[in-house]
């Protein structure tokens, strides 16, 4: 669910803070508070701590993302980027060193991606757009108290975005999405959905598939 997608040097950023500066091959920014999720960023060891060292700070340094590579020119605008501070004490970092470069990696994270953290709200880091309805459904069906049918998977995409309840992140190299579901409005809708015929139950589509059996 981590990894990342390859991606152009073109389309690589630097990401500085606390007088430090990396290149960041993948990140999650939240372009409304400036709150950044999820980062993969590569430099030397004492860069990718000393900037994850500023970020955690209370208060914390500054720091942005700049389009393009660190060490190269630089081509975008500078965009802020903080720790929100509900995620303070939820992160994990995993720093390995690059054979081929002598460089090292740093894939930083808070826990509220984790699909067996025990929290309402999630974030969703996907591979790719395509790919996010199906692991939403996941994510979504172990924190509700009712079973909800792989079949809604698209459904409860659609109506997560509407609601408001799935928030797209600025995201390069991943698909990323803050959730937030509301367990009785999510009710109240799977309720109607059914009662119309939008959804379908799964013991009406084995009742279905068995009744057209010779």
Do not use: N
């Not at 430090?20 to 030397?44: E, Y």
């Amino acid at each position: 669910m981590l990894a990342t997608h390859t991606i152009d040097t073109e389309d690589l950023f630097t990401i500085s803070a606390g007088g430090f500066s990396a290149t960041a091959d993948a990140f999650a920014r939240d372009d409304r508070t400036d709150g950044l999720w999820f980062v993969s960023m590569v430099g030397s060891q004492t860069a990718l701590k000393a900037i994850w060292a500023s970020l955690l700070k209370q208060p914390p340094d500054v720091a942005h993302i700049i389009k393009g590579a660190d060490g190269m020119a630089l081509s975008g605008g500078y965009q802020r980027c903080v720790i929100p501070y509900e995620t303070i004490g939820t992160w994990t970092t995993k720093i390995a060193r690059l054979p081929s470069t002598g460089g090292w990696h740093a894939l930083v994270y808070t826990k509220t991606a984790e699909f067996g953290y025990e929290k309402d709200s999630f974030l969703l880091l996907a591979q790719s757009q395509e790919e996010a309805p199906a692991l939403h459904h996941r994510f979504l069906d172990k924190r509700s108290p009712l079973p909800l049918h792989g079949s809604w998977a698209g459904w409860l995409w659609a109506r997560g975005i509407e609601e408001e309840e799935i928030v797209p992140l600025q995201s390069v190299g991943i698909s990323a999405y803050r959730c937030s579901p509301k367990a009785q409005k999510l009710r109240e809708d799977l309720s109607a959905a059914v009662a119309s015929g939008r959804l379908t139950l799964p013991r009406e589509e084995t009742a279905a598939a068995g009744g057209a059996t010779p």
